[in-house]
């Protein structure tokens, strides 16, 4: 099957995925379209956080301004997640070819943190040039990291990554179920006898992907965090496990 490239791709992949590891008697922990697209976004923000996309904005100088509102200059600027990555400075002059890397380790810029102006965001980042101020002759460009992109007509993540992206996907989807197995399981007294069973099966598909993703996309050979809460086991009866699976994917006894 080709990759997934817009965001109904996406949503069905990671249905189809959820779908074929669910066995009868979780069949009703599956999620509605709606929930499959929040876990798809969850993943896309976690994802963009361990492999960014990079964009790059280009800003003529006007030989007097040298503080730069990042979210401002910055359509794509997110806000806690977004960095700059470099700075040049570039000559608009044809007869020219000055481009110069600005050094924030030799105080050439500086990004610094200062209040917000809008309510809902009490700070902002700034970016300062130090070392001179962009004349009109002059671009200044800044690279930056971002979230990727997943619409209904393109993708920005790239295509040999998509894999890794949806062993992360499924990975969040089977963290929502193993949540929704203490709300929707909690009155069915028929089958608490295998109650930590099924939360167990749900937490160890979520374990297997996300292994999969941090090894083959990060590299790394330990399980990474999962984005959702602890996933909460409430007690029915004799038969029901006195456990809580924690956020850090390790069984934490609470007798």
């Known amino acids: 099957m080709p990759a997934p490239v817009t965001i109904v791709d996406f949503v069905t992949v990671l249905e189809r995925e959820i779908?074929?590891?669910?066995?009868?008697?979780?069949?009703?922990?599956?999620?509605?379209?709606g929930h499959f697209l929040a876990t798809i976004e969850a993943a896309l923000e976690r994802f963009s956080k361990d492999k960014p996309r990079i964009g790059r904005?280009?800003?003529?100088?006007?030989?007097?301004?040298?503080?730069?509102?990042l979210d401002t200059v910055i359509s794509e600027w997110k806000h806690g997640l977004s960095s700059v990555r470099k700075v040049r400075l570039a000559s608009t002059v044809a007869t020219e070819r000055l481009e110069e890397f600005l050094d924030p380790a030799v105080e050439d810029y500086e990004v610094k943190e200062i209040p917000g102006?809008?309510?809902?965001?009490?700070?902002e980042e700034q970016l300062r040039i130090l070392?001179?101020?962009?004349?009109?002759?002059?671009?200044?460009?800044?690279?930056?990291?971002?979230?990727h992109i997943i619409n209904t007509t393109k993708t920005t993540i790239p295509e040999f990554d998509r894999t890794d992206f949806m062993n992360l996907a499924a990975a969040l989807g089977?963290?929502?179920?193993?949540?929704?197995?203490?709300?929707?399981?909690?009155?069915?007294?028929?089958?608490?006898?295998?109650?930590?069973d099924?939360?167990?099966?749900?937490?160890?598909?979520?374990?297997?992907?996300?292994?999969?993703?941090?090894?083959?996309?990060?590299?790394?050979?330990?399980?990474?965090?999962?984005?959702?809460?602890?996933?909460?086991?409430?007690?029915?009866?004799?038969?029901?496990?006195?456990?809580?699976?924690?956020?850090?994917?390790?069984?934490?006894?609470?007798?």
Not at 57 to 69: A, K, L, M, V
Not at 241 to 250: F, I, M, Y
């Open 19 to 33: 779908s074929n590891n669910i066995w009868p008697r979780a069949i009703r922990l599956r999620d509605s379209e």
């Open 174 to 196: 089977f963290e929502k179920m193993a949540e929704r197995a203490g709300t929707l399981l909690d009155d069915d007294t028929d089958e608490t006898a295998d109650y930590g």
């Open 57 to 69: 904005e280009d800003i003529t100088g006007d030989g007097s301004t040298f503080e730069y509102i």
């Open 131 to 147: 070392k001179r101020i962009p004349a009109t002759t002059e671009t200044l460009q800044i690279w930056y990291s971002t979230v």
């Open 117 to 123: 102006t809008a309510d809902d965001d009490p700070t």
């Open 198 to 255: 099924l939360v167990d099966r749900l937490v160890r598909n979520r374990d297997r992907r996300l292994k999969k993703y941090t090894e083959t996309l990060l590299g790394v050979e330990r399980p990474v965090k999962a984005a959702a809460a602890f996933v909460s086991i409430p007690t029915h009866g004799e038969h029901a496990p006195n456990s809580r699976w924690s956020h850090g994917l390790k069984r934490r006894s609470t007798r």
